[in-house]
């Protein structure tokens, strides 16, 4: 057996390329505010918040004690006909936050779970009020929905649906915003675009508006590399699920939680959809947690409408746990008290102005920014798409920064708590390796 002593060969790691990494590890080995150090004792730069999840830097203080006392006082309580006062005290908490009407809270573990529980919430919903025809599923081309059979039938990402078969069927997909040649280098969000959400009445004309339950986007898509929605898109989306009585499902799980200036983007775009999706910044990852915030009506529908006993046949054994509660609470207070929701405001005209220096270097074919989150776009390599970004990435980190890179683009979504003087490291360092990639 080739890796039998290696102790880098049990753990089938996941998204990553297993055997590059284990030819060349790179180990984190703890992490403090703005930085990670590696098991070789190097600081890293933390230019993606973890995976878009630490929003308010690593190791916090309040967070890590209120996971230690929780641990301590109740490991585990089940949400199965039973309960406790944390997850109902977020989820109070949690629905103040949201766009006024989304205020019922079903908890998840992740991102994924989150997106599934909300298709679920929609197909259950269209039944409940008597509209069972309503079953199909509309999703957008460079959606990322997380990776369960749910999330990747709607998602967008043809690498991670062709392993997979057939998925769920009945799901169709808008086209996507992205456009370099209308909107390239762009400060926030792009002018030309709007009428791209017609493409749901395409999609309303061909299948039948009572057929279809739910459209689900990101307001902001972020691991396809940053695709900011077009001034009156999200808006056109949303008149044209009201006008042929489709649920709008937004995927927050990396817009919520200061990302893009505000709780949620659907507050920041000021366009309210039916479901929102969270997760990551939730509990600023310290514990795996997500959620999902219904409309009330929605939730009415299900709950009131339906005979004695359960009213929708859905949940995590660790829905709510007690750990990532704690936590969530935690973070929420220290979103509350360090203004971190006010980020993008404060820092966003620096921030924008910053990484948009990086227009005309070697290779950029595209700036966008938005809140705290920039998406660089390089030419990709003749016959060797993504290399150059992934080189980028590994230059970077041996430089002491982590940046994402994702097909071709590098995609920069730092802790909310940085200041100018790491943004100025970020965009300096990338701007002299940008120099050395060829
Ligand atoms: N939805 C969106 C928009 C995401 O960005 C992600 C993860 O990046 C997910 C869902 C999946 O989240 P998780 O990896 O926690 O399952």
């Given at each position: 057996?080739?890796?039998?002593?290696?102790?880098?060969?049990?753990?089938?790691?996941?998204?990553?390329?297993?055997?590059?990494?284990?030819?060349?590890?790179?180990?984190?080995?703890?992490?403090?505010?703005?930085?990670?150090?590696?098991?070789?004792?190097?600081?890293?730069?933390?230019?993606?918040?973890?995976?878009?999840?630490?929003?308010?830097?690593?190791?916090?203080?309040?967070?890590?004690?209120?996971?230690?006392?929780?641990?301590?006082?109740?490991?585990?309580?089940p949400v199965f006909q039973l309960g406790?006062?944390?997850a109902f005290?977020?989820a109070t908490?949690?629905a103040?936050?949201m766009?006024?009407g989304l205020d019922r809270i079903f908890f998840t573990?992740?991102?994924?779970e989150s997106v599934d529980t909300a298709l679920k919430i929609a197909l259950a919903y269209q039944r409940a009020r008597g509209q069972g025809t309503r079953t199909r599923l509309?999703?957008?081309?460079?959606?990322?929905?997380?990776?369960?059979?749910g999330?990747?039938?709607?998602?967008?990402?043809?690498?991670?649906?062709?392993?997979?078969?057939?998925?769920?069927?009945?799901?169709?997909?808008?086209?996507?915003?992205?456009?370099?040649?209308?909107?390239?280098?762009?400060?926030?969000?792009?002018?030309?675009?709007?009428?791209?959400?017609?493409?749901?009445?395409?999609?309303?004309?061909?299948?039948?508006?009572e057929?279809i339950a739910a459209?689900?986007?990101?307001?902001?898509?972020?691991?396809?590399?940053?695709?900011?929605?077009?001034?009156?898109?999200?808006?056109?989306?949303?008149?044209?699920?009201?006008?042929?009585g489709i649920l709008?499902i937004?995927?927050?799980?990396?817009?919520?939680?200061?990302?893009?200036?505000?709780?949620?983007?659907?507050?920041?775009?000021?366009?309210?959809?039916d479901i929102i999706t969270?997760?990551?910044?939730?509990?600023?990852?310290?514990?795996?947690?997500?959620a999902v915030a219904v409309r009330r009506s929605v939730h009415d529908a299900i709950v009131e409408g339906a005979a004695d006993g359960i009213e929708l046949f859905h949940g995590y054994t660790?829905s709510g746990?007690?750990?990532?509660?704690?936590?969530?609470?935690?973070?929420?207070?220290?979103?509350?008290?360090?203004?971190?929701?006010?980020?993008?405001?404060?820092?966003?005209?620096?921030?924008?102005?910053?990484?948009?220096?990086?227009?005309?270097?070697?290779?950029?074919?595209?700036?966008?920014?938005?809140?705290?989150?920039?998406?660089?776009?390089?030419?990709?390599?003749?016959?060797?798409?993504?290399?150059?970004?992934?080189?980028?990435?590994?230059?970077?980190?041996?430089?002491?920064?982590?940046?994402?890179?994702?097909?071709?683009?590098?995609?920069?979504?730092?802790?909310?708590?940085?200041?100018?003087?790491?943004?100025?490291?970020?965009?300096?360092?990338?701007?002299?390796?940008?120099?050395?990639?060829?």
């Amino acid at each position: 057996m080739k890796f039998e002593n290696d102790p880098l060969a049990a753990f089938w790691m996941p998204f990553t390329a297993n055997r590059a990494y284990k030819a060349h590890p790179r180990q984190l080995a703890s992490a403090k505010d703005m930085h990670y150090v590696t098991d070789q004792g190097a600081r890293i730069l933390d230019g993606t918040a973890g995976l878009w999840c630490v929003n308010a830097g690593h190791c916090r203080a309040p967070i890590v004690e209120a996971i230690r006392k929780t641990a301590g006082e109740l490991d585990f309580a089940p949400v199965f006909q039973l309960g406790h006062p944390l997850a109902f005290e977020l989820a109070t908490r949690l629905a103040r936050l949201m766009p006024e009407g989304l205020d019922r809270i079903f908890f998840t573990n992740s991102g994924s779970e989150s997106v599934d529980t909300a298709l679920k919430i929609a197909l259950a919903y269209q039944r409940a009020r008597g509209q069972g025809t309503r079953t199909r599923l509309i999703g957008r081309e460079r959606g990322y929905h997380g990776v369960g059979f749910g999330g990747i039938s709607v998602g967008g990402i043809v690498n991670n649906r062709r392993q997979f078969g057939t998925l769920l069927t009945g799901v169709d997909h808008m086209s996507h915003t992205h456009n370099l040649e209308h909107n390239a280098f762009t400060r926030g969000q792009p002018n030309w675009g709007a009428h791209l959400a017609d493409d749901l009445e395409r999609i309303v004309g061909l299948h039948g508006a009572e057929t279809i339950a739910a459209v689900i986007v990101e307001p902001m898509a972020g691991s396809t590399g940053v695709l900011v929605p077009p001034v009156g898109y999200l808006e056109r989306l949303r008149e044209i699920c009201d006008r042929h009585g489709i649920l709008l499902i937004f995927d927050e799980v990396i817009t919520a939680f200061g990302r893009v200036g505000g709780a949620t983007a659907a507050g920041t775009f000021g366009v309210t959809p039916d479901i929102i999706t969270m997760a990551k910044g939730l509990t600023n990852a310290a514990v795996p947690m997500g959620a999902v915030a219904v409309r009330r009506s929605v939730h009415d529908a299900i709950v009131e409408g339906a005979a004695d006993g359960i009213e929708l046949f859905h949940g995590y054994t660790y829905s709510g746990h007690p750990l990532a509660a704690a936590a969530a609470l935690a973070t929420l207070d220290l979103y509350r008290d360090e203004g971190l929701f006010d980020r993008a405001t404060e820092l966003g005209g620096y921030w924008e102005d910053a990484v948009h220096s990086l227009r005309g270097k070697r290779h950029v074919i595209d700036v966008r920014t938005i809140g705290i989150v920039a998406g660089i776009e390089l030419e990709p390599r003749p016959g060797a798409p993504t290399k150059r970004a992934t080189e980028l990435f590994q230059k970077c980190f041996d430089a002491g920064l982590l940046v994402r890179a994702t097909g071709d683009i590098i995609a920069l979504s730092p802790p909310l708590i940085l200041e100018t003087a790491h943004i100025d490291e970020m965009v300096g360092r990338i701007a002299a390796l940008l120099a050395t990639v060829d």
